[in-house]
Antibody, heavy 120, light 107 residues
Framework: QVQLVESRGGLVKPGGSLRLSCAAS????????MSWIRQAPGKGLEWISY????????KYADSVKGRFTISRDNAKNSLYLQMNSLRTEDTAVYYC?????????????WGQGTLVTVSS | EIVMTQSPATLSVSPGERATLSCRAS??????LAWYQQKPGQAPRLLIY???TRATGIPARFSGSGSGTEFTLTISSLQSEDFAIYYC?????????FGQGTKVEIK
């Protein structure tokens, strides 16, 4: 059974940093593309980053490029998102997600999400 | 960036009735479109990909159609568990983008 469990988010001041992690189980983690997708309160979904199983490929949305870094540790079955220079508009629920095995652009499994609030 | 526009924003439907949700892309996305269902307080769930292929375990009452810029998700006979928000998602061009959602509520 696929499980994705995000670390607790929290309250961060503008300009601050936070690192999210996601513990994966129930599948071969190193074979899977993984992503972070966020949802601002009452808003729609925004795909902010993905990383290939080998870590060779990463991609970022313009809204987070240069501020956020996605990474993974296949030995620990863990995905990470380092968030720096946080802004109030980064306030959202952040979902860890696993791509469909045949279509990396489609999410087959989602974590339950963790709320990050950026506010002074 | 491809903008996805969903209509209507809210759809009021009685249980057992048919629901038709629309999604329009600002430019062609071929058939590279997916639909997700999200219930309050839950993560989204994949329903359809490739515009018309049901994901594993999705009931046959859910069907998708369309290509290019116009897409439709049809729920043939709404069950109580289908009342939720539905998002379309294009994956033809990065950044992969989502529509703003259609809320299907009980009439």
């Amino acid at each position: 059974q696929v499980q994705l469990v995000e670390s607790r988010g929290g309250l961060v001041k503008p300009g601050g940093s936070l690192r999210l992690s996601c513990a994966a189980s129930g599948f071969t983690f190193s074979d899977s593309y993984m992503s972070w997708i966020r949802q601002a309160p009452g808003k729609g979904l925004e795909w902010i980053s993905y990383i290939s199983g080998s870590t060779r490929y990463t991609k970022y949305a313009d809204s987070v490029k240069g501020r956020f870094t996605i990474s993974r540790d296949n030995a620990k079955n863990s995905l990470y998102l380092q968030m720096n220079s946080l802004r109030t508009e980064d306030t959202a629920v952040y979902y860890c997600a696993r791509s469909h095995q045949r279509l990396i652009e489609v999410i087959e499994y989602w974590g339950q999400g963790t709320l990050v609030t950026v506010s002074s | 960036e491809i903008v996805m526009t969903q209509s209507p924003a809210t759809l009021s439907v009685s249980p057992g009735e048919r629901a038709t949700l629309s999604c329009r892309a600002s430019q062609s996305v071929s058939s590279l479109l997916a639909w997700y269902q999200q219930k309050p307080g839950q993560a989204p769930r994949l329903l359809i990909y490739g515009a018309s292929t049901r994901a594993t375990g999705i009931p046959a009452r859910f069907s998708g159609s369309g290509s290019g810029t116009e897409f439709t998700l049809t729920i043939s006979s709404l069950q109580s568990e289908d009342f939720a928000i539905y998002y379309c998602h294009q994956y033809n061009n990065w950044p992969w983008t989502f529509g703003q959602g259609t809320k299907v509520e009980i009439k």
